[in-house]
Nanobody
Framework: QLQLAESGGGLVQPGGSLRLSCAASGFTWNYYAIGWFRQAPGKEREWVSCISKTGGRTNYADSVKGRFTISRDNAKNTVYLQMNSRKPEDTAVYYC????????????????????WGQGTQVTVSS
């Protein structure tokens, strides 16, 4: 059974750093692009970043560009989201999601493009 599990969330001070991990099991990891999304209280879920199945292509929302870095280790079936220079508005539940890509080495930005989702991990930025 395909499963995604996020970890690494917690409380961080403004300006601090945190690294989230998304570990996968139950499917052929190398065929999937991975996206990170977040949902703040009272707001809709929004796309944050994504990485193609080979890691050759990445993309970032304007709100995190230059502060967040996405990467993947296919040998470990894990995708990482390094978050630096955290801001209070980064507070949210962060989700990773998988999109099957047999032929294309791209990644998408829409929620409906992703078939599988993790349970999320809470990240709070506060002093």
């Amino acid at each position: 059974q395909l499963q995604l599990a996020e970890s690494g969330g917690g409380l961080v001070q403004p300006g601090g750093s945190l690294r989230l991990s998304c570990a996968a099991s139950g499917f052929t990891w190398n065929y999937y692009a991975i996206g990170w999304f977040r949902q703040a209280p009272g707001k809709e879920r929004e796309w944050v970043s994504c990485i193609s199945k080979t890691g050759g292509r990445t993309n970032y929302a304007d709100s995190v560009k230059g502060r967040f870095t996405i990467s993947r280790d296919n040998a470990k079936n894990t995708v990482y989201l390094q978050m630096n220079s955290r801001k209070p508005e980064d507070t949210a539940v962060y989700y990773c999601a998988a999109d099957r890509k047999l032929w294309d080495d791209v990644c998408k930005t829409e929620i409906n493009d992703y078939e599988y989702w993790g349970q999320g991990t809470q990240v709070t930025v506060s002093s």
